[in-house]
């Protein structure tokens, strides 16, 4: 890692994941952990305290100095250099959470994984709406195949209520 006055915006968000890795890890520890059959309650906790702590890893060594950040990463596309608060993509990500928790509620597991994930989606600025739609009904497809025929989820399909 580079010294300090090197350090760029990358390095600071790669040291936040360590430490909060770190500090996950530290605290999942304290349960009892068990095995992948008999899992604990410390189980999650730790697995995803070191994952935490392998991102922050890989960031922080593939992280350019400061100053030499990539600012035109593809050609044809705007720098993603935007002045203020990210408004749009706060208010999707809040949304789709809260669009999930609703029409799972009273319309299901397909319903509110499609409108949580087209909500969400919208919220890129270069995110079209067929584009949204068309990864939403993806993962939509992905979520039906994972956890009702895979994992068994108790949540309905569909249910009107």
């Known amino acids: 890692m580079p010294r300090p006055s090197t350090w760029s915006k990358d390095h600071l968000g790669?040291?936040?994941?360590?430490a909060l890795g770190?500090?996950?890890l530290a605290l999942g520890i304290g349960y009892h952990i068990g095995s992948l059959n008999h899992m604990g309650a410390g189980f999650?906790?730790?697995v995803l305290g070191v994952l935490l702590m392998a991102v922050g890893a890989v960031i922080g060594i593939t992280a350019a100095p400061a100053g030499r950040e990539m600012t035109n990463p593809l050609p044809g596309?705007?720098?993603g250099?935007?002045?203020g608060p990210e408004w749009r993509g706060w208010g999707c990500i809040?949304?789709?959470v809260l669009a999930f928790v609703v029409i799972g509620d009273h319309g299901g597991?397909?319903?509110a994984t499609f409108a949580s994930v087209f909500v969400a989606a919208l919220g890129d600025r270069q995110s079209t709406v067929k584009a949204?739609?068309?990864l939403a009904a993806t993962l939509t497809l992905f979520c039906l195949v994972v956890f009702h025929f895979g994992l068994k989820l108790q949540l309905p399909l569909f249910q009107w209520v």
């Open 132 to 134: 949204s739609a068309l």
């Open 94 to 96: 809040l949304g789709a």
């Open 109 to 111: 597991l397909l319903p």
């Open 81 to 83: 250099a935007h002045h």
């Open 22 to 24: 770190a500090a996950v």
């Open 14 to 18: 790669a040291l936040l994941l360590l």
């Open 77 to 79: 596309h705007d720098s």
């Open 44 to 46: 999650i906790p730790v």
